[in-house]
């Protein structure tokens, strides 16, 4: 009868008793639903969706404010908006330019081998001195030079006021630094919101059209999110900031956070950078960029080694 033609099962078989065609309605459900024509999303939101994806878009708006509580009164104000250039034509250095940053690629070089010699000299005295109880560890790195640079980024104004062959000359200069010491390199405005872009790509740099105002110490702070101690922000503007937080703010949270800030400026406008405590170096041109670059260099290079020559 009945009982011989049912198939053999758990006893969880009989929690559909009742439920009629209970696993019809589940494999209903399973199955991905027929397409309509409200299904459809507008083409403009498609576009923009599919801009954010592939810019990398992130809203660091709270992170900035969260770093100016405290410092100044007012609240940011302005969406900050983190994304990565991918689309635009690279930007080639020149071979000029590249000669001229060749220097770096020297320093370098007689940095790292100042460091073995540096070694060296480390393990004679450390022969010497190991009666006296000296700390081998703590004193290898007294005579140790690090080999290469802080961690470090590049910021670049690129507002309406950067207009021209001006704004590819800065990207260039910063682009063939970056693929020497390995800095990450970024520009700024706002338009609407505050824009922070990422512009290096491999050893080359994305093209960005100057525009709209210049938010600089909402910027410098924007950039710094994720540094450590010891880093280094290299800010290049032509001084002229004009909207959200002062770059003097910007100045005490990264130091406070231990991370050193030099503002690269060409122009007559000094006065929101000539302040107490603010490092600065005033350009004659865009030309002397590089070689301003270059002497930051030499300088990091000087600060970071750890006693003795």
């Not at 969880?12 to 459900?29: M, P, Y």
Request: proline residues 4%.
């Amino acid at each position: 009868g009945a009982e011989s033609s049912a198939p053999e099962k758990d006893d969880s078989v009989d929690q559909n008793a009742g439920n009629g065609d209970s696993d019809d309605d589940e494999d209903e459900l399973d199955r991905p639903l027929a397409p309509t024509d409200e299904d459809d999303i507008d083409d403009d939101l498609a576009s923009a969706i599919n801009d954010a994806v592939e810019t990398e878009q992130e809203d660091i708006t709270e992170e900035v404010q969260n770093e100016f509580n405290g410092i100044a009164q007012q609240d940011v104000r302005y969406p900050i908006i983190r994304s990565r250039e991918t689309k635009t034509p690279l930007v080639k250095p020149d071979p000029q330019l590249r000669k001229r940053l060749e220097r770096i690629m020297t320093i370098r070089k007689r940095l790292q081998a100042r460091t073995m010699h540096g070694e060296q000299y480390g393990r004679i005295d450390k022969r010497h001195l190991h009666r006296i109880g000296t700390d081998q560890r703590v004193f290898s790195l007294r005579y140790k030079f690090p080999d290469g640079f802080p961690n470090t980024r590049i910021l670049i104004d690129l507002s309406g006021s950067m207009g021209g062959r001006e704004a590819d000359e800065v990207l260039e200069a910063a682009g063939a630094l970056q693929s020497l010491v390995n800095a990450e390199v970024w520009c700024y405005n706002r338009t609407g919101h505050v824009n922070l872009v990422r512009m290096d790509d491999g050893k080359l740099i994305h093209h960005f059209e100057p525009n709209g105002d210049t938010p600089s110490g909402l910027a410098i702070v924007g950039v710094s999110l994720g540094m450590k101690k010891d880093g280094l922000v290299i800010h290049l503007t032509d001084g002229e900031h004009n909207v959200g937080q002062k770059p003097w703010n910007a100045h005490w949270i990264l130091q406070k956070r231990g991370i050193n800030l030099i503002n690269l400026i060409w122009g007559r406008e000094i006065s929101q950078y000539n302040l107490q405590g603010m490092n600065y170096r005033q350009l004659n041109g865009l030309g002397d960029f590089p070689d301003a670059l270059y002497q930051i260099l030499v300088e990091q290079s000087k600060l970071s080694k750890m006693g003795g020559r």
